[in-house]
Structure formats: C-alpha cells, structure tokens
C-alpha cells in the first residue's frame, strides 16, 4: 500500500504504524516520564493508557503497586503486542470514541500521542469524559518549540518532525501531524472542559546504546543544572512538554494554564 492510500483510511494507517512496514516503534520509559507518574497517579485504583502502543512506554510504570492497567489504542498490531507484553488492553475504532462509561477511570496518561491525531482536542475530550471527578491526566507531546528546533528552522531553514531517523531527510512522511507547546497544550486541555492544569517541560531520555557527541548533548539535557533552569523557561529548554490536568468536581473552569508548583 502506498503512502496516498493509507492516508484515505485513517484506522488502516494507524493499523499500519505498529507493523514492520510501518513506523514500528518499541515503547520505552524515560526518567523524566517515571517523576512525574511518581508524584501525581494515585498508588492504587484504575489507570487509562490512552494510545498504549506496545504498552512498554507506560505500562510497567503504571502497573507498579495496586494499580490496574487498561491500555487502548487504534491499531490492532498495538493492542496484540501489548497483550503479548503481559497488559490489558482494547482496541478502540476511532480516537473520538474510548468504549468506557463516563466516571470510570482514577487517572489517565496519554504518552506521546496527541501530536500523532488529526483531531487530539477530541480524544482529549473522551479522555474527561471517562475520569472520575478530579481524575488526573497526565500527558506528553515532543515541544515544537525547544531552542534546536528553533535553531534549525530559524538559521538553516531544516524542518525536522522527530518523528523517526528520516524525518529530517523526510518530513512529508513524518507520522507527527499536530505539534504543541507547553503553553498550546494547556490551552487545549482547559478548552476541553480541564480544571487544575499545570503544564512544563522535561529534556532526560533514556542514554544506554549512545556514544559520543549524542551521549554528551543528551547527558547535559539530563543533569541537575538543565534541569533546574529548565523549570524556568519549559518552552524554549524542554525537549518535551508535559501537561497534569484535573477533570473537575463540579463542572468549575480555571482561567489559564499554569506551570506546576516547586
């Protein structure tokens, strides 16, 4: 199938992306990632992994103490390998539709998924829709505007999706269709009816398998130092924005997305 017909059916490429012909990707956790699960999902109850993948990214994390996981996702191929990876997980038909009743999830996390939907503000409205009154969401998208980024478009006139190792060479083919900041990405969860919603940024990745100047650029990311005056400015310093969002107790709204107390 070419690229042409696979963007006709949008299931049908989402079910492509977890295939060997697809983007194939192995889900993986990252420090950054393991912080914030650490410090905002409840210890116990009923946790939603919104587009699980392989379920590896969230899975043992979440699956941590008295938790119990349910992962969903599009594609077929991504819900079998999370069921081969000992997780329970669904397949959902569309990104607008997560087949739960309203009220029954403790917490959701959406790992890297929204910049991949042509439509996110949509599941972000399901995803409210299935969280008990002051469920927490957690969510993360690559931040569009980190100063390489910046660098690369402003100085060198590269558009680079990072959305595997060709799309620099490739950007038309890149499966990162929708793109955030920090502050658009608490914008449209407030938009969607969040309460509570702090937003930020986080640089660490996980380092084992990198050599040289791309384990050094990557370990300065990581260390205390960034990281402390990272918290100062998320949007031009973090590889990755991150979004805690609260569905709340009684339909209250707040004005404006904020970043999370120290």
């Not at 993948?53 to 008295?66: E, K």
């Amino acid at each position: 199938m070419s690229d042409e017909e696979r963007v006709r059916d949008v299931n049908s490429y989402y079910g492509n992306y977890w295939t060997e012909g697809g983007f194939c990707p192995h889900g993986e956790s990252w420090p950054g990632l393991e912080q914030l699960f650490a410090k905002y999902l409840p210890r116990d109850g009923k946790i939603l992994d919104v587009g699980c993948g392989d379920a590896l990214t969230s899975g043992p994390l979440i699956a941590l103490g008295t938790r119990k996981y349910v992962g969903v996702d599009l594609s077929d191929s991504a819900v079998l390998l999370a069921r081969q990876n000992g997780f329970d997980a669904e397949r959902i038909k569309d990104a607008g539709e997560i087949p739960f009743e309203d009220d029954q999830f403790d917490a959701a996390v959406c790992i890297e998924v929204f910049e991949h939907l042509f439509l996110p503000h949509i599941m972000a409205r399901e995803i409210l829709r299935v969280l008990k009154p002051n469920g927490v969401l957690i969510a993360t998208v690559p931040n569009a505007a980190h100063w390489r980024r910046r660098l690369e478009v402003g100085f060198f006139g590269l558009f680079d999706p990072y959305g595997d190792n060709r799309s620099r060479s490739e950007p038309w083919r890149d499966p990162h269709i929708r793109f955030f900041t920090p502050a658009s990405l608490g914008r449209m969860l407030q938009t969607c009816g969040f309460d509570k919603v702090f937003v930020g940024g986080n640089s660490t990745v996980p380092l084992k398998g990198m050599r040289g100047i791309s384990r050094a650029y990557w370990l300065l990311h990581s260390s205390r130092f960034y990281n402390t005056i990272e918290r100062a400015c998320p949007s031009l310093l973090s590889f990755r924005a991150h979004a805690v969002a609260h569905k709340p107790m009684d339909g209250a709204r707040v004005p404006s997305a904020t970043r999370p107390p120290k």
